[in-house]
């Protein structure tokens, strides 16, 4: 049986998936970032995208979790862009991640395709070179990208044929200068990433360094069967950006929608079909939840309050932009270039804002789309004061504009 809800029933429940209907208490950062995971790009995102879901976060924290306590793992993941996950649940982010087909870990990898061919290699044959190296390469080490993909690429390359070797040397289509072969590791150190074999140690300045993962945690991630982590991936995405469809899953992973049954067929049963009623002049749309979702979102009310959400947070990187913004913002809220931030006012998108710093001081430029009333910009520059802190400012500026 079809369950039939409203536009602010979706909007609701899914602020309440995200944790953005209420605060976590202090401590519970692992069970924040664990919702579906934190997008830590550009840098700096992930810690205010955890302290508009978690009571009393601090940078402080937050590193400690990433570098002491190592509860917080720092890796690529969806869409290959560096995420912030609970290390417990890596294998639904990492593994969870990786396609089984090598068709479609082409696509997962764009670009690598044309220079597997020139090489005659499959992807396959490509990781395997890189992973015969790496551990000689960066064992006891922190590596940023560019140095450790060097280092790989003269490694492998004495060990090819002749012919293989001069296309692997030769100036590939990258970046000007770089070796094909060493932009071809770049490519194969993602998927060992996603296959747990690395991640990425703390910041140092503007680098962002690889280590193993064995080393850095002292064990290596628990083995898990690829398929139970990619059902785990998606359970999780149903839950936050639920009722949605297997395009929209697909857009969110970095796969194409051709590609996604080895996800979909293993929560087929889990499933129910939703039916969401139109907004005016609009036409009702179809997608999927989990089951036992059903009643949450049917009962699901907005909340209140305001919340400074980051560039690129995880409840604006859904793929059914009508549903939370009217189409008249959405190049304002998802930029062609520089995304803003979104300010969040009763659970609506009310606006973006950008940060402008100047020595200790920092100035936040809000845009909003419509007056707001008294008692939100007053909640809205407590939020201020707050992700001022967060960004190492000491004092404050609010400019509030109406589009």
């Known amino acids: 049986m079809t369950a039939r809800v409203t536009r602010d029933d979706v909007v609701a429940f899914r602020l309440a998936a995200h944790g953005l209907a209420a605060r976590a208490p202090a401590?519970?950062?692992?069970?924040?970032?664990?919702?579906?995971?934190?997008?830590?790009?550009?840098?700096?995102s992930a810690l205010l995208a955890l302290h508009a879901r978690a009571e009393e976060v601090t940078?402080?924290?937050?590193?400690?979790?990433?570098g002491e306590e190592r509860s917080l793992l720092r890796t690529w993941a969806m869409r290959g862009a560096p995420f912030v996950v609970p290390t417990a649940d890596a294998a639904a982010f990492t593994a969870g991640v990786l396609p089984p087909a090598e068709e479609a870990r082409r696509h997962l990898l764009l670009g690598v395709g044309p220079s597997l061919d020139r090489l005659g290699l499959s992807l396959t044959d490509a990781v395997d070179l890189t992973r015969a190296e790496l551990r000689g390469v960066l064992a006891g080490r922190r590596l940023a990208i560019g140095e450790l993909g060097a280092e790989l690429a003269a490694r492998v390359a004495p060990g090819l044929p002749s012919a293989r070797r001069a296309v692997w040397e030769a100036e590939g289509p990258y970046a000007a200068g770089q070796p094909l072969g060493e932009g071809v590791v770049h490519f194969c150190l993602r998927v060992l990433t996603l296959e747990g074999v690395l991640c990425f140690a703390p910041r140092d300045g503007n680098q962002a360094p690889f280590v193993l993962v064995d080393e850095w945690l002292g064990h290596p991630l628990p083995e898990v069967d690829p398929a139970a982590a990619r059902a785990e991936l998606l359970r999780r995405y149903l839950h936050c950006y639920g009722p949605t469809t297997r395009a929209a899953f697909a857009t969110w992973a970095g796969v194409r929608a051709g590609d996604v049954g080895p996800w979909w067929d293993e929560v087929a049963d889990e499933l129910a079909p939703v039916e969401v009623a139109p907004a005016a002049g609009g036409r009702a749309s179809r997608g999927w939840l989990l089951a036992d979702d059903v009643d949450a979102l049917a009962s699901a009310t907005m909340p209140t309050g305001v919340r400074l959400l980051p560039p690129r947070d995880p409840y604006t990187q859904l793929r059914d932009r009508a549903t939370i913004v009217a189409k008249e913002h959405h190049r304002a809220v998802w930029a062609p270039v520089g995304d803003p931030g979104t300010v969040l006012v009763d659970g609506e998108v009310a606006g973006t804002w950008r940060p402008r710093a100047k020595g200790s001081r920092l100035t936040l430029a809000v845009t909003t789309f419509g007056r707001l009333p008294d008692r939100a910009t007053a909640l809205l520059n407590d939020e201020a004061v707050q992700v001022a802190a967060l960004r190492g400012s000491s004092t404050v500026d609010v400019e509030l504009t109406t589009a």
């Open 27 to 44: 401590g519970d950062l692992a069970v924040v970032a664990g919702r579906c995971g934190v997008q830590d790009s550009p840098p700096g």
């Open 59 to 66: 940078r402080e924290g937050v590193d400690a979790a990433l």
